[in-house]
């Protein structure tokens, strides 16, 4: 079983930065989808970026231009770079990852974006 573990967020002011990292218990070399959501207060969790190997990439219109996901297989990590961060961005930010076979949730880091 994969455990994910979420990390980097935090408190930033609107138009900061932050990275989030979600790293993996065991190698996410042959995991072919790994993503980030994420869920407002009150809010349903939603589907923030996807990224396929190391190929394709996917995000949800209002990120994109300012949020990149990557991954480094290497270190069995995932990341997700936010820039010009707006309030909006509030949220609890999960990574997931899809084996074929099963899913995986980290435990979520909470990012604030606030002055």
């Known amino acids: 079983q994969v455990q994910l573990a979420e990390s980097g967020g935090g408190l930033v002011q609107p138009g900061g930065s932050l990275r989030l990292s979600c790293a993996a218990s065991?190698?996410?070399?042959?995991?072919?989808?790994m993503a980030w959501y994420r869920q407002a207060p009150g809010k349903q969790r939603e589907w923030v970026a996807t990224i396929i190997r190391n190929i394709v990439t996917n995000y949800v219109d209002s990120v994109k231009g300012r949020f990149t996901i990557s991954r480094d297989n290497a270190k069995n990590t995932l990341y997700l770079q936010m820039n010009s961060l707006k309030p909006e961005d509030t949220a609890v930010y999960y990574c997931w990852a899809n084996t074929g076979v099963v899913q995986y949730w980290g435990q979520g880091t909470q990012v604030t974006v606030s002055s």
């Open positions: 065991e190698s996410i070399g042959s995991i072919n989808s």
